[in-house]
């Protein structure tokens, strides 16, 4: 094997590694919102493709995997705050990041159990759901007080909680024509100073 090829297949390993993570997760992901968080890992590793092996080197316990999942989806919805921030205005964009916030919250009714279960192993996760979070929303509130779009001295953290409560709250049969939850939208409209 020559030096060009040995330098090809550690990168294509790390790729399929990638892939494979990303399999995985998504694949809890459902399983728990489906079955809760019990889901059989055989389960699992056939919706993703992979050996349960796969999933047990990288996740030896259950919680590993639990927090995984909850980290994969507390870190798109950050992302989603950043991209939403930067294509539209500031209340249009926290307006779509509402929604973000309520697709990870429904996403974590999958394995509410298991974070509310009194084991240790979860008692980082509500620091890191608003630490990873808090500093995004911000900057969207700063902007829109700037702009005069959004009322100024709103925390983050406040609206977060809000948001969360209603969103984990709202029956899903409760939604506007653009399925948006109307308490949300009355929340959101008291935060904007005009109609946007």
């Given at each position: 094997m020559s030096?060009?090829?040995?330098d090809?297949?550690?990168?294509r390993k790390?790729?399929?590694?990638?892939?494979?993570?990303?399999a995985?997760?998504?694949?809890?992901?459902t399983?728990?919102?489906?079955?809760?968080?019990d889901?059989?890992?055989r389960?699992?590793s056939a919706?993703a493709?992979?050996?349960v092996?796969?999933?047990?080197r990288?996740y030896p316990?259950r919680?590993d995997?639990?927090?995984a999942?909850f980290?994969h989806e507390?870190d798109a919805?950050?992302?989603e705050?950043?991209?939403?921030?930067?294509?539209?205005?500031?209340?249009?964009?926290?307006?779509?990041?509402?929604d973000s916030?309520?697709?990870?919250?429904?996403t974590?009714?999958?394995f509410?159990?298991a974070l509310?279960?009194g084991?240790p192993?979860?008692?980082?996760?509500?620091?890191?759901?608003?630490?990873?979070?808090a500093?995004?929303?911000?900057?969207?509130l700063?902007?829109g007080?700037?702009a005069?779009?959004?009322?100024?001295g709103?925390?983050?953290?406040d609206v977060?909680?809000?948001?969360?409560?209603?969103?984990?709250?709202g029956?899903?049969?409760?939604?506007?024509?653009?399925?948006?939850?109307?308490m949300?939208?009355?929340l959101?409209?008291?935060?904007t100073t005009?109609?946007?």
């Amino acid at each position: 094997m020559s030096a060009a090829e040995n330098d090809v297949a550690p990168r294509r390993k790390r790729a399929d590694a990638v892939r494979n993570t990303e399999a995985v997760l998504a694949a809890a992901k459902t399983a728990f919102a489906e079955l809760g968080v019990d889901a059989p890992m055989r389960e699992i590793s056939a919706r993703a493709g992979v050996g349960v092996g796969t999933i047990y080197r990288s996740y030896p316990q259950r919680s590993d995997l639990i927090i995984a999942v909850f980290r994969h989806e507390l870190d798109a919805t950050a992302t989603e705050a950043d991209r939403l921030r930067a294509e539209f205005p500031p209340a249009e964009a926290l307006r779509r990041w509402a929604d973000s916030l309520a697709r990870f919250v429904a996403t974590k009714h999958g394995f509410a159990s298991a974070l509310h279960s009194g084991d240790p192993a979860y008692a980082p996760l509500p620091g890191q759901f608003i630490g990873v979070l808090a500093p995004k929303v911000q900057r969207i509130l700063d902007d829109g007080a700037t702009a005069g779009t959004i009322r100024p001295g709103i925390r983050a953290e406040d609206v977060i909680y809000a948001l969360s409560r209603l969103a984990d709250r709202g029956p899903e049969g409760d939604r506007g024509d653009e399925g948006e939850s109307p308490m949300v939208g009355i929340l959101l409209d008291g935060l904007t100073t005009k109609s946007v």
